[in-house]
């Protein structure tokens, strides 16, 4: 069973264009978590999403920022004209469907860098 | 809301060395607790986990408690490796199920052989 793939690993882009994140959760889960991780700092949770619906967006910056999970294809991490403080790393995780507190299983991440 | 806290690193030990990194929360009802491992270049790997209270979660030689009296759930191992320098982030999550993560700063661990 693959696990969390996240495309690109890496991402360059300069100051105003647009970067897309991609996250295909493991088979069978139906759950996308996206968490950003600041150099030398801990993970902060950025939105959770499940099939068509974004359920908490809490985490996610009011601009410039948006997700999305299709029916069909991965999850979609969109920052449209990116500035130098976006550079990060971007890690998407997902988890099985159920009610109990589910266990988040965590991508490579991708490492964006705004020139 | 729920936080994290955890012991500022960055640590470093020698081989064969005991091991413990604290961390405290802050949390309402009974959040599930997790140690996550990262290494360089590479995503977070669960590491362990406890889902009630006085469960101790353990994996590769790692352990950990779950202590609710104390709202901790520090990391311990007895003999650490060249191997298990990485940065460990203790993480809590929500109490009704699919919740977000709220983790700790991370603390940087270095074994020197």
């Known amino acids: 069973n693959a696990g969390v793939m996240q495309n690109p690993r890496h991402l360059v882009r300069r100051r105003g264009q647009e970067a897309r994140l991609r996250c295909s959760p493991m088979?069978?889960?139906?759950?996308v978590y996206w968490y950003r991780q600041l150099p030398e700092e801990g993970l902060k949770f950025m939105v959770y999403?499940?099939?068509?619906?974004?359920?908490?967006e809490s985490g996610m910056p009011k601009e410039r920022f948006s997700a999305e999970f299709p029916k069909e294809g991965p999850s979609i991490l969109r920052i449209q004209q990116v500035v130098r403080g976006d550079s990060a790393a971007y890690f998407c995780?997902?988890?099985?469907?159920?009610?109990?507190?589910?266990?988040?299983?965590f991508g490579p991440g991708t490492r964006l860098l705004v020139l | 809301g729920n936080s994290v806290t955890q012991m500022e690193g960055p640590v470093t030990l020698s081989e064969e060395a005991f091991l413990t990194i604290n961390c405290t929360y802050t949390?309402?009802?009974?959040?599930?607790l997790f140690w996550y491992v990262q290494y360089p270049g590479e995503g977070l790997q669960l590491l362990l986990k406890?889902?009630?209270?006085?469960d101790k979660g353990s994996n590769k030689g790692f352990e950990a408690t779950y202590r609710k009296e104390t709202t901790s759930f520090h990391l311990e191992k007895g003999s650490v490796q060249v191997s298990d320098s990485a940065v460990y982030f203790c993480?809590?999550?929500?109490?009704?199920?699919?919740?977000?993560?709220?983790f700790g700063t991370g603390t940087r661990l270095t074994i020197i052989p």
């Open positions: 995780a997902s988890s099985p469907p159920g009610f109990g507190q589910e266990t988040q299983y």
């Open positions: 088979k069978g889960h139906s759950h």
């Open positions: 999403l499940q099939k068509e619906n974004i359920i908490d």
């Open positions: 949390a309402t009802g009974y959040p599930s």
């Open positions: 406890a889902t009630k209270a006085d």
């Open positions: 993480a809590l999550s929500g109490t009704t199920g699919n919740e977000k993560l709220t």
